[in-house]
């Protein structure tokens, strides 16, 4: 699929790196700062293609990432960021074929990445208590990957209870995933991983002594990580003045069978 074609979301980049969402229409116009150009000039040309405003500025029309789409894309909830997203997916070891339960949808961005990553094959389920959550969640998700086969979103509290195990891994983007912990103990295979994404230390804490004090997970830990980009102009390298620093903390473990006592 290379051809830019009516309903298709895309990005339109200035010479300054500036990027603007468009969902291309046929006789649609886009218009900046006074100038215009229609949609139809685009429509049916290869996707990298560039493309003159009436009074002749230049834009390049790309479709976005999925990083690139989640930081542009409408929002219900705060959305997670790219940088934390990759290492979700591997700390959580998303691969493909898995059953994967997460809450909350918020925007869709995480769940956009775990379809990605379970493939065809795998399957996806999305607890979300906020309908208007799940409805601007599912319209992201469908402006992005089209019609989804594997993925269930559902209206419920996680907090009460899980209905949809065993799965193989639970990612929860919640402020009070300790009380998941004891449902989790059950909805989640032997061997399976437990993620959580939270902002604050003694939400960390608070997590952690949930999952030592249940007995069934081992292999605990917690980190975040910090994002800085470089400025590479000929001799001049240095740091970009602005970086993404702290955004969340993650928090792993393995669903663990207890040793029995005698």
Known sequence: MTALRPGD???????????????????GVFQFSGERFSHDDLIGRPEG????????????ALRPTLAEYVLKMPRGAQVIYPKDLGLILMWADIYPGAKVLEAGIGSGALTMALLRSVGEKGFVISYEIREDFAKRAQENIN????????????????????????????????????????????????GGVFLCLLPTVPQVQQVVAAL????????IESFETLLRTWNIDGRSVRPDHRMVAHSAFLTVARRVVPQETT
């Open 9 to 27: 979301r895309i990005h339109l980049v200035s010479n300054k790196g500036r990027r603007y969402s468009v969902v291309l229409q046929k006789g």
């Open 212 to 219: 030592r004090a249940e007995k069934g997970f081992g292999f």
């Open 143 to 190: 402006q992005f990957l089209g019609p989804t086969t594997n993925l269930v979103v559902r209206l419920k509290n996680i907090y009460e209870g899980i209905e949809d195990g065993p799965v193989d891994r639970l990612v929860l983007d919640l402020p009070e995933p300790w009380h998941v912990v004891p449902h989790a103990v059950t909805a989640l295979r032997p």
């Open 49 to 60: 293609v560039s493309v003159r405003t009436s009074r002749g500025t230049p834009f390049i």
